[in-house]
């Protein structure tokens, strides 16, 4: 199957500062999502992002397909990002998300 | 506009025990695909239904099977529990097999004891 590599595993940011979270993927893909799990478990769509770049409010993500990287970006970090980032891919003609093991992002005020 | 919905939240069952957890999808999605998330991992594709059938399984035992209603609805069955199969189950929804973004609904917490 196709393999999902999330970095950094942890994140320890201080409030106000920027970050980026990177997912490298193993096989073409015509499906790549962004989530942000809250604490009771919640996946929050942040973004469907097959390739091309996607702002929304103080986070953005860039899918470079072709080198088959995506990128998230949180800017001027709040408490209230903190949580578990995961990167998903759907491999073509799989129509199944493959999730990276994710990235602990934990904002100190 | 509802998103997708999950009951039970919590379900606490026994070693040898049979559960069944359900999903109704986001209004206009006909797709549902269920994930098994173990503590501290991310989610593992179980299987997913379309037109009322099962179109792709993951790597699990026979234990696990589901069912779409025509409502689009759907259900997991877990029979013969073990307790690694303590997990958050999470359903997501879609609309039709192509490469569409997915949603997912809160989840349920199953503990087996």
């Known amino acids: 199957g196709i393999q999902v590599e999330q970095s950094p595993p942890d994140l320890i940011l201080q409030e106000g500062a920027n970050s980026t979270l990177r997912c490298n993927f193993s096989?073409?893909?015509?499906?790549l999502q962004w989530f942000h799990q809250n604490p009771w478990g919640q996946l929050i769509n942040l973004f469907y992002?097959?390739?091309g770049t996607k702002q929304n409010g103080r986070l953005s993500a860039t899918t470079v397909a072709t080198e088959r990287y995506s990128l998230l970006y949180i800017s001027s970090s709040q408490t209230t990002d903190s949580g578990v980032y995961f990167c998903?891919?759907?491999?073509?003609?799989?129509?199944?998300?493959?999730f990276g093991a994710g990235t602990t992002v934990t904002v100190r005020a | 506009d509802a998103g997708v919905t999950q009951s039970p939240t919590h379900l606490i069952k026994t070693r040898g025990q049979q559960v069944t957890l359900r999903c109704s999808p986001k209004?206009?999605?006909?797709?549902v695909s269920w994930y098994q998330q173990a503590l501290g991992q991310g989610p593992q594709f179980i299987f997913q239904?379309?037109?009322?059938?099962?179109?792709q399984r993951g790597n699990f035992p026979d234990r696990f099977s589901g069912h779409q209603f025509p409502n689009y609805s759907s259900e997991l069955n877990v029979n013969a529990l073990l307790l690694g199969d303590s997990a958050l189950y999470l359903c997501?929804?879609?609309?039709?097999?192509?490469?569409?973004?997915?949603?997912f609904g809160p989840g349920t917490r199953l503990t087996v004891t």
């Open positions: 997501a929804s879609s609309q039709g097999l192509s490469s569409y973004e997915q949603y």
């Open positions: 096989d073409s893909v015509n499906n």
């Open positions: 992002i097959p390739s």
């Open positions: 998903a891919v759907e491999k073509i003609n799989d129509y199944k998300l493959s």
């Open positions: 209004s206009g999605h006909d797709t």
């Open positions: 239904y379309y037109e009322e059938e099962e179109r």
